[in-house]
């Protein structure tokens, strides 16, 4: 870890240590990191006794496979305090993906920001930025490494629950030898991998079968992409949220002829694009293209107008 990303993390302890109440959030439609790294700290700022509060913008849903994080810092983003003193912001490339709680952010008296985004242009008051981290999991290890706060089950589990999410199980190239040594210390604090496996990746309601299965069903192959639809229709048959379907992306990124595996997701406002490349593709590149962002392997977007248009938006990202 570089010597600035040290120094941000220790004014971020003294600025957290410091505050008598602390809110925290997430980004939008909040992943196992996003969920793991909030609640971590959640439950470990509140063992210090501290008053604490975590939300994401609208929509304000979890799914049922991380209720297991323990969820009692969780309130909806109208009960979000409005000016708060310190707010901790976690997994957030941007501003706009804090939707609603960008109000909040904008007038807290200080904001710190923890991410590994490497699209994160640098904003808040104390900016924790890492790219080089596999997950901001792991940023928020190191934090209560320095406030030396300890961390007990619940804190090890939603903290091994982030860096599982983000490294795919450790098969991604971001698992190197600093986040095996976390997940082991993890471990030794009472975290269960067998626990976090079964109810991330096998805690699924049975309408995600139907969904996956029309999905793959309409998997097309092009040029070293696969890529399928998930329409809104698809979602209302099986009686599914969108909060459940996370990991139907995976299903289209394991066919070895895929260099890069989109999924075209329809939603109200248009399609919400979920890209992967096995390494050889930079798809944080394409989504940043298109106004999305994310990482080399793992991106994404929003954008409106027809499928095709979408799907010529993808073409030409990779053409480039």
Same mark, same amino acid.
């Given at each position: ?70 969820? +009692? %810092? ?9 000016? %708060? ?14 939707? +609603?709680?960008?109000? %909040? ?18 904003? @808040? ?24 706060? %300890? ?47 079964? &109810? ?77 490349? &096995? ?11 298109? !106004? ?12 409106? !107008?027809?499928? +095709? ?10 053409? @480039?």
């Amino acid at each position: 870890m570089k010597q600035a990303i040290r120094e941000s993390i220790r004014r971020a302890a003294e600025a957290v240590a410091s505050a008598g109440e602390v809110a925290l959030a997430c980004h939008i439609s909040p992943d196992g990191d996003a969920l793991g790294s909030m609640l971590g700290l959640a439950h470990a700022a509140a063992g210090e006794g501290k008053r604490v509060t975590a939300s994401f913008g609208s929509p304000f849903a979890v799914a049922v496979q991380y209720e297991f994080l323990g969820l +009692e %810092p969780l309130v909806p983003p109208e009960e979000f305090p409005a000016e %708060p003193e310190v707010m901790v912001v976690l997994d957030v490339a941007s501003p706009d993906r804090l939707g +609603e709680l960008a109000g %909040p952010a904008s007038r807290a008296e200080t904001l710190v920001v923890l991410d590994h985004h490497p699209t994160n242009p640098g904003f @808040g008051d104390i900016t924790v930025v890492d790219p080089a981290a596999a997950a901001t999991a792991q940023l928020v290890y190191h934090l209560l490494r320095r406030l030396g706060w %300890p961390m007990d089950r619940r804190v090890a589990t939603a903290l091994l629950t982030g860096l599982v999410s983000d490294t795919g199980r450790f098969q991604y190239s971001s698992t190197d030898a600093a986040v095996l040594r976390i997940a082991a210390r993890l471990v030794e604090a009472g975290a269960r991998p067998e626990e976090i496996g079964q &109810r991330v990746y096998e805690w699924l309601p049975f309408g995600y079968l139907q969904v996956s299965g029309a999905v793959l069903g309409r998997a097309r192959l092009e040029d070293g992409l696969v890529w399928s639809v998930l329409y809104r229709a698809d979602r209302a048959a099986a009686g599914v949220g969108p909060e459940d379907l996370d990991l139907l992306i995976d299903g289209l990124r394991i066919a070895r002829e895929a260099e890069v595996a989109a999924l075209l997701k329809e939603t109200e406002e248009g399609w919400k694009v979920s890209l992967r490349s &096995r390494g050889a593709v930079d798809v944080g590149a394409v989504a940043a293209a298109w !106004g999305g962002g994310g990482h080399h392997n793992a991106a994404g977007f929003n954008s409106g !107008g027809s499928l +095709e248009a979408v799907l010529e938006k993808i073409r030409e990202g990779l053409r @480039g």
